[in-house]
């Protein structure tokens, strides 16, 4: 909320605890906009004074973080989570019921200064949506009462620390535990393994486990801490990759919330193994819930002797964990991205090789893992590989978290030995009524009927955790329609196939969507979306075209359907676009397309 306080003060204040590194630009960034529903001039003068960086760079990265701005929001800064299973629950209608009682347009804040409703990507909450960030703070289970209550709340100023405290629960809604959520590990036994057998026993182990990574690139855990481990540096670091924004993914909310200390052991013995001393876990900006009380596991974990210097005893074992804040860029999901943005950057994925492995974070050698790896990775530690090969299928040991969510009536998360078919996971969330599949997210792969015997495993249907079901009465096109605006929205701009090809994807669903569309445009789809893949710089571009792609392949009737019937139809089509203005000048003859004054 806007504040009187000046920027000179909050500064100070933040001096003391944030730092002068340039890298630490985006968590100032991150401070100030929600200290001041914008990022003031001075506050760009003062922080290009001390991190000694030029204000064009400083505006730089606020362009690119969609959490930031360099005009004010409202004092109210309501941003509507967009993501389809937010949709599927009836978003659209709610945030229109809220502009509409407080008078306010999306996109620009109220003439008063006060409020301010926008969209946002996925926020991590579709097992309990809709789902909304008020001044950055969730609120779930959004519905007809809770917005007119919203409503009453803002119009009477009423600070969001005074809302109702269940508007703001967060529930974790676990519904099935396998092999990681059922053995229960004390605090430091990882480390006590670790102290026994040494790093290199501890990297035998993982090896033997097979353990791949859980963000969905599924690379070997082993191999990247034994590259890392094994890389000429004076230092070298161990990232958690906390920054969870595919559509549909919010298991590692759910670990980040309930089993933090084991995500944290697994960061330490990480450490102890490739000999770091410092690590970071990156949290999406989405969860600034969960700031403070991991902030609190820290350092009960310091006081513990699990962090810090001569950890356990150990001479020479030091290492500590900070926290950075993301500000709502999904492509800082890309490990390289977010290394970037890690260093108070822009999040361009880097060029690679070289990895992060042998070249991240300062340009020294960097492990970088999914939350649900470095839980993993401690569970292998205590128990061992034979009791985590004894689970699984295939290339596939151990098991998988996943997220549910969509058409079923047990949303949640689900975990699973690997190999379970998807006909089982959809008996077991009650969603026996489901035409297909979404698999990891956005960028996965829409699984029809005909393929729920096919099973969870990298060998099969590989995924990060996203799971999200729609019943037989859902339109498949407005996933994809969806999905294609997410992917133009997150481009980072970078390389034209994925800025300029993603664009032209979403137009061409939306033509099709709106009953314009031709054959002609079917193929061309299918050329931009072939293009896309072969030629974008990172993985986002590569896999933005795959639902329209996977979709025109196993779903070719929910295009045909709405096609048109001429041969070709322009894309822009102005009577509709002018009809507004028409009405408004109440000029109404279809013959016209705009008349000027006699
Ligand atoms: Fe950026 Fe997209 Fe190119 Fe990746 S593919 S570098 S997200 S523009």
């Known amino acids: 909320m806007n504040s009187v306080e000046p ?286 009380p991991l902030q609190t596991a820290l350092e009960r974990r310091r006081q513990a002797g699990l962090l810090g210097h001569n950890i356990l005893g150990m001479d020479g074992f030091d290492f500590d964990i900070d926290i950075h804040m993301g500000a709502g860029a999904y492509i800082c999901g890309e490990e390289s991205s977010l290394i970037e943005s890690l260093e108070g950057k822009r999040g361009i994925p880097r060029k690679r090789p070289p990895f992060p492995v042998t070249s991240g974070f300062r340009l020294q050698p960097t492990v970088v893992n999914n939350v649900e790896t470095f839980l993993a990775a401690t569970e292998i530690a205590v128990h061992g590989a034979d009791w985590f090969t004894a689970v699984g299928s295939g290339q596939s040991t151990g098991s998988k978290l996943l997220s549910i969510s969509g058409d079923c009536a047990r949303p949640g998360m689900y975990e699973y030995p690997f190999g379970v078919s998807i006909r089982q996971i959809l008996q077991d969330c009650g969603g026996e009524d489901a035409q297909a599949v979404q698999v990891a997210g956005a960028a996965g792969s829409t699984v029809p009927q005909r393929d729920f015997d096919r099973s969870i495993a990298f060998e099969d249907i590989a995924t990060g955790g996203s799971f999200i079901v729609f019943n037989q009465a859902r339109e498949l096109l407005d996933m994809v329609q969806n999905f294609a605006r997410f992917f133009a929205h997150e481009s980072c701009g970078f390389c034209t196939p994925c800025r300029v090809g993603g664009t032209l994807l979403k137009d061409l669903v939306d033509k099709v969507h709106s009953g314009h569309g031709t054959e002609y445009d079917l193929q061309q789809m299918r050329e931009i979306g072939a293009l896309m893949r072969d030629t974008s710089h990172c993985g986002l571009g590569t896999t933005a075209p795959n639902p329209v792609l996977d979709t025109l392949d196993k779903f070719p009737a929910i295009y045909q359907s709405r096609l048109c019937d001429s041969g070709y139809e322009p894309a822009f089509d102005l009577d509709a676009a002018l009809q507004e203005a028409k009405q408004m000048r109440g000029q109404d003859q279809d013959t016209t397309h705009f008349e000027t004054e006699p």
């Open 7 to 292: 920027i000179s003060d909050f500064f100070a204040e933040l001096n003391t605890f944030v730092g002068d590194r340039p890298e630490q630009l985006l968590q100032y960034l991150y401070r100030i906009q929600y200290r001041y529903s914008f990022i003031p001039p001075q506050a760009v003068q003062l922080l290009a004074a001390r991190l000694g960086l030029p204000a064009s760079a400083i505006h730089g990265v606020i362009e690119f973080y969609s959490f930031l701005h360099d005009t004010a929001r409202g004092d109210f800064d309501i941003l509507f989570s967009d993501s389809i299973t937010d949709h599927m629950l009836g978003s659209r209608t709610l945030a229109h019921r809220l502009c509409e009682r407080l008078g306010v347009r999306f996109g620009e804040p109220r003439g008063d200064g006060r409020v301010s409703v926008d969209l946002t990507s996925c926020t991590g909450m579709c097992d309990q949506g809709p789902a909304m960030l008020v001044n950055g703070w969730t609120v779930t289970r959004l519905d007809e009462a809770r917005i007119e209550e919203i409503a009453r709340l803002i119009e009477t100023t009423t600070p969001t620390d005074e809302w109702p405290a269940e508007f703001f629960a967060v529930e974790d809604n676990i519904r099935r535990r396998d092999l990681l959520l059922t053995s229960a590990t004390s605090i430091g036994s990882a480390l006590q393994a670790l102290l026994n057998k040494g790093g290199q026993g501890i990297l035998d182990e993982l090896d033997r486990s097979g353990l791949r990574g859980r963000g969905g690139a599924g690379y070997k855990t082993a191999n990247k801490w034994r590259f890392c481990r094994e890389a000429e540096a004076q230092q070298r670091y161990v990232v958690c990759n906390a920054d969870e924004g595919e559509p549909g993914t919010f298991k590692d909310r759910v670990l980040l919330n309930s089993y933090a200390d084991d995500v944290f052991e697994g960061m330490t013995l990480c450490a102890g193994v490739i000999g770091a001393s410092q690590g970071y876990l990156y949290l999406r900006g989405e969860y600034r819930y969960l700031l403070d």
